[in-house]
């Protein structure tokens, strides 16, 4: 999906509960933030919200 000097890369983003168990994945391009990701795995989290 992305590029580096060293060929193609890709990113698995996850988000996990308590346990480790993922609730969401997401590939990315490697060289794409990480932030981003992260803030649309939270939003519609309540705040204070137990996985």
Same mark, same amino acid.
């Given at each position: 999906m992305?590029?580096?000097?060293?060929?193609?890369?890709?990113?698995?983003? *996850?988000?996990?509960?308590?346990?480790?168990?993922?609730?969401?994945?997401? %590939?990315? +391009? @490697?060289? *794409?933030?990480?932030?981003?990701?992260?803030?649309?795995?939270?939003?519609d %989290?309540? +705040? @204070?919200?137990?996985?």
């Open positions: 992305g590029h580096s000097r060293g060929g193609l890369t890709t990113k698995i983003h *996850a988000l996990v509960d308590a346990e480790g168990r993922p609730i969401r994945l997401k %590939l990315t +391009p @490697g060289q *794409a933030g990480d932030a981003p990701v992260r803030t649309a795995f939270v939003a %989290l309540d +705040p @204070g919200a137990t996985l």
